[in-house]
Nanobody, 125 residues
Framework: QVQLVESGGGLVQTGGSLRLSCAAS????????TGWFRQAPGKEREFVAS????????YYADSMKGRFTISRDNAKNTVYLQMNSLKPEDTAVYYC??????????????????WGQGTQVTVSE
């Protein structure tokens, strides 16, 4: 059974930083992309960043470029999202997602097979 567990969310002031972690289990033969998405109240889930299994290909939503960094440690089965220069508009529940195969656009939630439960990030003024 595949399980993704996010951690690292919390309350931070504008300009602060947080590092989210996504620990995966049950993905012994998994080789697909892992992504981060977020969903703010009343809004649709949106793409944040993704990283290939090898870690050599990363992609970011335009509004996150230069502020967020996605990385992974396959020995620990963990993907990270380092978030710097946080803004109030970054407030959302952040979800980790994984997909088995490289099919379809990596920035679309429907192309991911597994999801974590989410972790809340709140950025105060």
């Amino acid at each position: 059974q595949v399980q993704l567990v996010e951690s690292g969310g919390g309350l931070v002031q504008t300009g602060g930083s947080l590092r989210l972690s996504c620990a995966a289990s049950g993905l012994t033969f998994y080789s697909g992309t892992t992504g981060w998405f977020r969903q703010a109240p009343g809004k649709e889930r949106e793409f944040v960043a993704s990283i290939s299994w090898s870690g050599d290909m990363t992609y970011y939503a335009d509004s996150m470029k230069g502020r967020f960094t996605i990385s992974r440690d396959n020995a620990k089965n963990t993907v990270y999202l380092q978030m710097n220069s946080l803004k109030p508009e970054d407030t959302a529940v952040y979800y980790c997602a994984a997909r088995r195969f490289e099919l379809g656009a990596r920035d679309l939630a429907r192309n991911y097979d597994y999801w974590g439960q989410g972790t809340q990030v709140t950025v105060s003024e």
